[in-house]
Structure formats: structure tokens, C-alpha cells
């Protein structure tokens, strides 16, 4: 007989509710002994019941509800307590019921590892819910909502299915090598592969937009000191993040802060200003604001309409993502804007906005611009974005051993051609936990929180 669990599944702190969950043969008997409805002698399935939470030295008002195996989360009888939010008090509580025989803490994601074992979800489903927990924007909320639908789940059994039928026949051919019968042709066996290979790396185009909604663009904003990139990032945010003087260098180490426009997360990263110094604290600085340019998915270059046009240009930026912007509109003229222009023009730059991140002026333009350079928005619309590293390193690995059948069908044996095939199979499964072992489980639920 499995433990019976136990864990606080709301976080720690003073609040309204917390809720302590049991998963096992123990829930039910534990909330009886320590449980007292009011105006009902037994606690029925899917009922939430009222009533007084009672131990030797101290008591609580609760609200209670017990979920026989197998109509529960993990498959298991499950009771949840929903008692006062107090930080002690909900400690407390979780103490007294570790003291029963056969209850323990649960393990960071044992709840949901019950459930897949159970077969109430697959893993797929399990990683959506953690994603949908920790998600940080509407993109990241959709892709994960998608995820615990199952559009995953189902692609990925639909790759497998036609994978499977394939394996089948190769199998049968191992099996009959002395029969005067082909129960396989290659070419034939190349053409069904194709289509699934295809399948695998629909998927795998979407992984570049996936890891951008759930890890955020990357903006990185440089330019020469006093060029407007605090009061840029301020505009951008919405609010005075960054200090903003008159003073060259105000600037000396990378801030990072994030918005969210259409839905995406976008990290936005204010640069020390470039510029020669002899100062060892600022060139520490400059050098890293050179390292965040490399790593950026876009860069936004500030000119100062108001200072020497070819100082600002000395520098040249290792990313190919860059969009210029002129600055301080508002206290330039037009005639001295488009001389600004020209010169720049004649340096082969394109002046991508004008803006004036005093006024907020075409600040929500820069935006719409950034989203439409970074965002590729038919990808966005799909309703599967691969968003996990370790579906897309699977996805990776079946693709590979695909185009080495693919490559390799008409040169190497049908034992190879299977292994691929099997292993290219499992990797698939692995995905959604199909075929994945008791250790990848647990490296996988190990990420999960306390009591989830």
C-alpha cells in the first residue's frame, strides 16, 4: 500500500485561505478523527462541508472535502482542508497530521506524479499546469492552456500511431527473412516516413517562438551617455524605474525590467552609455553593455538629436536586430530632424522612429515595431508553441533518427532501420510519459513545487 501524502498547496503566509491535501487509503479516516462537520454526521463524496477542525490544544473553523479514488486529482482518495490563512496556524496543522501512521510530506510534484501513474493525465498535461502556475504573460497563459487541453498530447500520439504501424512491418520482415515475400519496399516505407518526419519538425518550428513567450525578447537599449535610454526604459514601462539625470555616466551597470505588449513578455535592458573613460567602474560597465548587445533579439539604438552625430556612430554593435531610433523630438526641429536623417542615410542607417521618451511620444509606435520585428505571428497563433527544453530536445533526437533512415535506407540492414525507428518511438513517448521510466519521472517532477 502506497503512503498516504500530505503537503500545504497554497504558499506560505498570512492570508484568507490556506489548503492542506492528503492523497491515499489514510485521507478520509485522518479528517474523521480530527474533523467535525456541523449539521451532518457523514462526509459524502464531492461535498464541501463546514464544520470545526479540532486537535488536543487548539481548534479552527474549516471547510472540508473528500474525493474518493478514482474521481479525484491523483487517482487516489484525496480530502482537502481549507482552513484559516495563518502562517503558524497552517504549519501547525500540517505537524499534528504527519503524526498519523502512514502519512508523510509529499515529495515537490508527488501529487501530480500520482496522477500520471494513475492515468489521470500524461506528463505533457502535468508540465502545462507548472507552466500555467509560473506563467508571466497572456502567451505564455495560451500556450500552456493549450498544453493541458491536450494538443500536445494529441499530435504527438498521432506522430506515434503512423510511426508504430511502420515499426510493425519492419518487424515482420526481420522476423520472415526466408519467405519468398516482400513484406516491405523502402521506397514505399521513405515516402510514409517523410510525411512524419515533417510532422516532428512542424513542431519544432515553433520552439523558437515558444522559448520567446516563455522566456521573454530580449530589447537592449544603447547609445552614447545622456542619449535618453533611462527615460526610454521609463516610457516603455510605464512608470520611473530607471534614475534619470543630466549627468554622463548616471548609467554604470545593466537594469533589466519587463513589459508585456500583445500579450508577450518583453525584457527590456538599460545599457551604460557608450563613450571613452578612463573610469574602471564604467568600463566594466561599457563592456557588459557589449556582451548584452550579443546576446539581445533586438537592439534599440538611441541618438541624441541634440549631440554630435558622428560620435554616436563610433561604436559598431555585433547584432544584425538593430532598429534606430532619433530622440528628443521635442526640443528639435523638423528642418533639423531631417538633416539628422540625411546624415544618417548617407551612413547607409535607417531611421526606424522618431520619438521622444520625455512626451511619451510614438512610444506605443516603438512597441507595435519591436513586436512586429521579434514576433512571428503565425507561429503565435498556432495552438501548440513548443515552450519546454525537454520537448524540444526529444522532438530533436526523433528527427534525427528519422533522417538517418531517411539518409542511410538504402545502405545499412533492417535491424538499424528499426532501432532508428524504436528509438525515434520512445523519444516521442517520452513527451507525454508513454515510455518514460521511473527515473526521468522523477528528474522531471522534481522541478514541481511542494504540494502540487
Known amino acids: 500500500m502506497a503512503d498516504t501524502i500530505c503537503a500545504i498547496t497554497t504558499p506560505l503566509g498570512t492570508g484568507g485561505v490556506s489548503i492542506i ?181 512542424s513542431l519544432q518550428d515553433t520552439a523558437h517562438t515558444g522559448a520567446q513567450i516563455k522566456n521573454g525578447v530580449n530589447i537592449a537599449l544603447v547609445g552614447v551617455p545622456n542619449a535618453g535610454k533611462s527615460s526610454l526604459l521609463n516610457a516603455m514601462l510605464g512608470y520611473d524605474r530607471a534614475i534619470v539625470t543630466n549627468i554622463a555616466g548616471t548609467t554604470r551597470d545593466t537594469l533589466n525590467e519587463t513589459y508585456q505588449f500583445n500579450g508577450v513578455k518583453f525584457n527590456i535592458i538599460d545599457t551604460a552609455g557608450l563613450h571613452d573613460t578612463d573610469n574602471i567602474v564604467e568600463k566594466i560597465g561599457i563592456e557588459r553593455t557589449l556582451d548584452t548587445v550579443k546576446n539581445a533579439d533586438v537592439v534599440l539604438h538611441i541618438i541624441d538629436g541634440t549631440q554630435d552625430l558622428a560620435q554616436q556612430l563610433e561604436n559598431s554593435f555585433d547584432n544584425k536586430n538593430i532598429v534606430t531610433i532619433i530622440n528628443k523630438t521635442d526640443i528639435i526641429d523638423k528642418q533639423k530632424i531631417q538633416e539628422i536623417q540625411n546624415y544618417l542615410n548617407s551612413k547607409n542607417i535607417k531611421v526606424n522612429m522618431l520619438i521622444s521618451a520625455k512626451n511619451n511620444t510614438n512610444i506605443q509606435e516603438l512597441k507595435q515595431h519591436i513586436f512586429d520585428k521579434t514576433i512571428d505571428r503565425e507561429m503565435l497563433s498556432q495552438n501548440i508553441l513548443i515552450t519546454n527544453t525537454r520537448h524540444i530536445n526529444l522532438l530533436n533526437l526523433a528527427f534525427d533518427e528519422l533522417n538517418q533512415v531517411i539518409t542511410n535506407a538504402h545502405s545499412t540492414t533492417l535491424d538499424c532501420i528499426a532501432l532508428l525507428l524504436k528509438d525515434a518511438w520512445l523519444h516521442l513517448g517520452e513527451i507525454t510519459g508513454e515510455t518514460a521510466d521511473d527515473a526521468i519521472l522523477d528528474r522531471i517532477f522534481s522541478k514541481f513545487c511542494l504540494g502540487k
Not at 459524502?44 to 479514488?69: E, S, T
Not at 493525465?121 to 502535468?126: N, Q, T
Request: overall charge negative.
Open 21 to 201: 491535501r492528503l492523497s491515499g487509503e489514510q485521507s478520509l479516516p485522518v479528517l474523521k478523527q480530527i474533523f467535525t462537520p456541523l449539521s451532518h454526521k457523514e462526509i459524502k463524496p464531492r461535498y464541501m462541508y463546514f464544520g470545526n477542525l479540532h486537535f488536543a490544544d487548539f481548534c479552527d473553523d474549516a471547510l472540508c472535502v473528500y474525493f474518493p479514488c478514482p474521481n479525484s486529482y491523483t487517482g487516489e482518495d484525496v480530502v482537502e482542508i481549507n482552513l484559516h490563512g495563518g502562517y503558524y496556524l497552517t504549519k501547525e496543522v500540517l505537524e499534528r497530521l504527519l503524526k498519523f501512521k502512514g502519512v508523510r510530506l509529499a515529495e515537490p510534484g508527488e501529487f501530480s506524479k500520482r496522477a500520471v501513474l494513475n492515468g489521470k493525465m500524461d506528463v505533457s498535461k502535468a508540465e502545462g499546469i507548472i507552466d500555467i502556475i509560473n506563467a508571466g504573460s497572456l502567451g505564455e497563459l495560451r500556450a500552456s492552456s493549450n498544453q493541458i487541453v491536450g494538443n500536445l498530447k494529441n499530435r504527438v500520439n498521432e506522430i506515434q500511431k503512423v510511426l508504430k504501424d511502420i515499426i510493425c512491418e519492419v518487424d515482420v520482415a526481420i522476423d520472415y527473412p526466408d519467405q519468398d515475400i516482400d513484406y516491405i519496399d523502402l521506397d514505399s516505407l521513405l515516402m510514409r516516413l517523410k510525411p512524419v518526419q515533417n510532422s516532428i519538425k
